[in-house]
């Protein structure tokens, strides 16, 4: 069964007509299955952070649109759709159990048992130990880990996450992602997961979508059959070695793209720089 | 340990500062009369105290920084927020208010007296003017940069519009709207003083003035000490209040 259906999107910053106007991402079409895990990859600048945020009613679509168990979405959803960030996004002048618990706050849900949600969803990421002390205290992989227990007590059916392990180093981001694949097979969420770790994406995903340079478009999309929750066994395997290098090649040509893209715009600046220092 | 050294230092530099001041005043050093000695300026400090003159003009200034203050903080914090409700408000109009606030105020001040009176009220009307404007703009940055994943992260999570702005705005926003209180009292208080030595009728600003006039220093630096221990009380006040509101937000 289909729980989001993101149909034809398309998103342009900047003013209409406009040279400077940017077309981050171009007629966009992705059918999510309900209880799946996918992974958005794609170079820096594809558009994939864009649709996380679109498909969460974070942001709107220049066109196209996006549904959510069949309702157009056109605002956030914090009954179905829960939110990790790349960056730390917890309220650095509250402790971790009440930033856990403002969500709840939020919607309303009684006192008594906001307290047990997010205890509950404190003791599921490990960090019950940590509940009175501050983000500040933390490191960053156990911020995330916050992030991810305010997320989950939500109790949300959908689950997005935009580069939650991004600023994390290599090996705490193997563990989370060891973690995280046992988490979600017991929650049976709906997980929408952006990356730029080819790696990671194998190791996590159900399908993982491809993105090409911008105008970032959906450029392929590769099954990984293989059951949760995923052991080291899978990682060290000639399995995930193969998807992984195919993903490199369908990649490979991509970040050229971009970075071309880039060098070009970065060439053409300093030529008018330099004309205008001879007038 | 280090705390206590530190201590001992201030104290050792305050202690220098009068020794000083005692050594220049003795055997006839500088005039008495441009500055009279410790033991005198402490006697007539003392007496003050004893029959409560200080008292009247102490109420009139401490009435005019009250009433000062309180008009610039809830009119600042009130024109803040709403010039930080929209993008297109702030390009407006926070151009503007930083543009008023670098205008000279105290040039408004014989147009202040002849409005509102040689009293209190053109002292309060210049207090409540200078100290609007540090509050107004720090209360437009504190709210117009609040970091924007944390507006999207309550904004995934649901919150109303009274939720965000009492959970994340108010919040986030705090350090730099008790900075600008803080500013706004601070000017209130110089601006009150100030414009009492110009033309008032009481105040501590008055009282010092015309004892300078009446060349009875040691009783305008008698004066003078009221002004720096009023000083002093409020700083303290400030930071007491300041450190109880952070510890309820958290």
């Given at each position: 069964?289909?729980?989001?259906?993101?149909?034809?999107?398309?998103?342009?910053?900047?003013?209409?007509?406009?040279?400077?106007?940017?077309?981050?991402?171009?007629?966009?079409?992705?059918?999510?299955?309900?209880?799946?895990?996918?992974?958005?990859?794609?170079?820096?600048?594809?558009?994939?952070?864009?649709?996380?945020?679109?498909?969460?009613?974070?942001?709107?679509?220049?066109?196209?649109?996006?549904?959510?168990?069949?309702?157009?979405?056109?605002?956030?959803?914090p009954r179905k759709i829960a939110f990790v960030?790349?960056?730390?996004?917890?309220?650095?002048?509250?402790?971790v159990i009440?930033n856990v618990k403002l969500g709840l706050?939020?919607q309303?849900v009684?006192?008594?048992?906001r307290?047990d949600r997010a205890s509950e969803a404190l003791q599921a990421v490990g960090l019950a130990?940590?509940?009175?002390?501050?983000?500040?205290?933390?490191?960053?992989?156990?911020?995330q880990r916050v992030q991810l227990a305010r997320a989950l007590c939500l109790g949300t059916d959908i689950l997005l996450m935009?580069?939650p392990?991004?600023?994390?180093?290599?090996?705490?981001?193997?563990?989370m992602?060891?973690d995280l694949s046992v988490l979600l097979a017991r929650t049976g969420k709906t997980i929408?997961f952006?990356?730029?770790?080819?790696?990671?994406?194998?190791?996590?995903?159900?399908?993982?979508?491809?993105?090409?340079?911008?105008?970032?478009?959906?450029?392929?999309?590769?099954?990984?059959?293989?059951?949760?929750?995923?052991?080291?066994?899978?990682?060290?395997?000639?399995?995930?070695?193969?998807?992984?290098?195919?993903?490199?090649?369908?990649?490979?040509?991509?970040?050229?793209?971009?970075?071309?893209?880039?060098?070009?715009?970065?060439?053409?600046?300093?030529?008018?720089?330099?004309?205008?220092?001879?007038? | 340990?280090?705390?206590?050294?530190?201590?001992?230092?201030?104290?050792?530099?305050?202690?220098?500062?009068?020794?000083?001041?005692?050594?220049?005043?003795?055997?006839?050093?500088?005039?008495?009369?441009?500055?009279?000695?410790?033991?005198?300026?402490?006697?007539?400090?003392?007496?003050?105290?004893?029959?409560?003159?200080?008292?009247?003009?102490?109420?009139?200034?401490?009435?005019?920084?009250?009433?000062?203050?309180?008009?610039?903080?809830?009119?600042?914090?009130?024109?803040?927020?709403?010039?930080?409700?929209?993008?297109?408000?702030?390009?407006?109009?926070?151009?503007?208010?930083?543009?008023?606030?670098?205008?000279?105020?105290?040039?408004?001040?014989?147009?202040?007296?002849?409005?509102?009176?040689?009293?209190?009220?053109?002292?309060?009307?210049?207090?409540?003017?200078?100290?609007?404007?540090?509050?107004?703009?720090?209360?437009?940055?504190?709210?117009?940069?609040?970091?924007?994943?944390?507006?999207?992260?309550?904004?995934s999570m649901?919150?109303?519009?009274?939720?965000?702005?009492?959970?994340?705005?108010?919040?986030?926003?705090?350090?730099?709207?008790?900075?600008?209180?803080?500013?706004?009292?601070?000017?209130?208080?110089?601006?009150?003083?100030?414009?009492?030595?110009?033309?008032?009728?009481?105040?501590?600003?008055?009282?010092?003035?015309?004892?300078?006039?009446?060349?009875?220093?040691?009783?305008?630096?008698?004066?003078?000490?009221?002004?720096?221990?009023?000083?002093?009380?409020?700083?303290?006040?400030?930071?007491?209040?300041?450190?109880?509101?952070?510890?309820?937000?958290?």
């Amino acid at each position: 069964m289909i729980t989001i259906e993101c149909e034809k999107v398309s998103k342009s910053f900047g003013p209409r007509g406009s040279p400077h106007r940017t077309v981050a991402l171009d007629n966009a079409s992705i059918d999510i299955e309900r209880g799946e895990l996918l992974c958005f990859i794609g170079p820096s600048g594809c558009g994939k952070s864009t649709l996380l945020n679109i498909i969460a009613g974070l942001a709107e679509p220049t066109s196209g649109e996006v549904l959510i168990d069949g309702t157009p979405v056109n605002g956030p959803l914090p009954r179905k759709i829960a939110f990790v960030f790349q960056e730390s996004a917890l309220f650095p002048w509250r402790t971790v159990i009440d930033n856990v618990k403002l969500g709840l706050a939020f919607q309303q849900v009684p006192k008594g048992e906001r307290d047990d949600r997010a205890s509950e969803a404190l003791q599921a990421v490990g960090l019950a130990d940590f509940a009175n002390h501050y983000p500040r205290q933390l490191s960053g992989g156990m911020k995330q880990r916050v992030q991810l227990a305010r997320a989950l007590c939500l109790g949300t059916d959908i689950l997005l996450m935009d580069e939650p392990f991004a600023a994390l180093d290599e090996q705490t981001r193997m563990v989370m992602g060891e973690d995280l694949s046992v988490l979600l097979a017991r929650t049976g969420k709906t997980i929408v997961f952006v990356t730029h770790s080819l790696v990671e994406a194998v190791f996590l995903a159900d399908r993982v979508a491809v993105f090409t340079a911008r105008p970032g478009r959906i450029k392929t999309v590769l099954s990984v059959d293989e059951e949760h929750p995923r052991k080291q066994s899978f990682m060290k395997s000639a399995k995930l070695a193969e998807m992984r290098n195919e993903l490199y090649d369908l990649l490979h040509d991509e970040v050229r793209k971009t970075m071309e893209l880039r060098g070009e715009a970065g060439e053409s600046g300093a030529r008018a720089q330099s004309r205008g220092l001879r007038r | 340990m280090i705390a206590l050294g530190q201590r001992l230092v201030q104290v050792c530099v305050l202690v220098a500062i009068l020794a000083l001041w005692q050594f220049a005043t003795t055997n006839g050093r500088i005039n008495p009369l441009l500055l009279p000695s410790l033991p005198v300026v402490t006697t007539e400090f003392l007496g003050m105290l004893r029959t409560g003159a200080f008292w009247p003009d102490l109420r009139v200034t401490l009435y005019e920084l009250v009433v000062a203050f309180a008009l610039a903080s809830t009119g600042g914090c009130l024109v803040g927020f709403l010039v930080a409700r929209s993008g297109f408000t702030i390009r407006v109009f926070d151009p503007i208010i930083a543009g008023l606030y670098s205008v000279p105020t105290i040039l408004m001040f014989p147009l202040y007296v002849l409005i509102f009176g040689i009293e209190s009220g053109s002292k309060i009307a210049l207090g409540a003017t200078v100290a609007f404007f540090p509050v107004a703009l720090s209360t437009i940055s504190g709210l117009a940069y609040v970091d924007p994943i944390l507006v999207a992260a309550a904004r995934s999570m649901g919150a109303s519009t009274t939720q965000m702005f009492w959970n994340v705005m108010l919040p986030a926003a705090f350090p730099a709207i008790i900075a600008g209180l803080r500013l706004g009292l601070v000017i209130a208080f110089l601006s009150i003083l100030g414009t009492e030595t110009l033309a008032s009728i009481a105040g501590l600003g008055h009282e010092i003035v015309s004892f300078g006039e009446s060349m009875e220093t040691a009783k305008m630096f008698a004066c003078i000490g009221f002004a720096i221990l009023l000083a002093l009380a409020l700083n303290s006040t400030a930071s007491f209040v300041e450190a109880k509101v952070r510890r309820g937000l958290e």
